[in-house]
């Protein structure tokens, strides 16, 4: 496989799967639907869901969309997924000042795993978010 073609495929495996984990896990009982949270925030959380899916399609649109400027769409479309990984870091970055949290007790829990006696608790978002960055600085280091 042609190194731009990979790089192709790595960006929109990110946008597809951002996309689809978004309305998979937040149109979900343990947050849009969830009786706990308020009215208000379950509807700035499927604003924010459609959002994130509407979003991938247009980056994997410019991605594979036949025309001029395909590098152009190219560094169109990882910037799109750039912004909104960094959406989340800074909302993460800034939790105090909103009283935030990575996850919810009645929602999804974070994975706990056992190391050298240690237990380690690893926020699916978070681990998500990281991967995801770094997979895109492979698509975009490899389309060079």
Not at 11 to 33: E, M
Not at 62 to 79: D, H, N, Q, S, T
Not at 93 to 115: C, E, S, V
Request: charged share 10%; net charge positive; aromatic share 10%.
């Amino acid at each position: 496989m042609a190194h731009p073609l990979f790089a192709r495929v790595l960006l929109s495996g990110i946008a597809v799967t951002q996309g689809l984990a978004a309305l998979k896990i937040d149109l979900h009982r343990s947050h849009a639907t969830n009786p706990l949270w308020l009215p208000h925030a379950r509807f700035h959380l499927v604003w924010q869901v459609l959002n994130l899916a509407l979003l991938a399609l247009a980056e994997v649109a410019l991605v594979w969309w036949i025309g001029p400027f395909p590098e152009g769409r190219f560094y169109l479309a990882a910037c799109l997924i750039a912004i909104t990984l960094a959406a989340f870091l800074g909302a993460f970055a800034t939790m105090r000042l909103y009283a935030g949290a990575l996850f919810d007790w009645n929602g999804i829990l974070p994975l706990k795993m056992k190391i050298g006696g240690r237990i380690l608790q690893l926020e699916m978002n978070m681990v998500a978010v990281l991967l995801a960055s770094i997979v895109l600085v492979i698509a975009v280091a490899i389309y060079r």
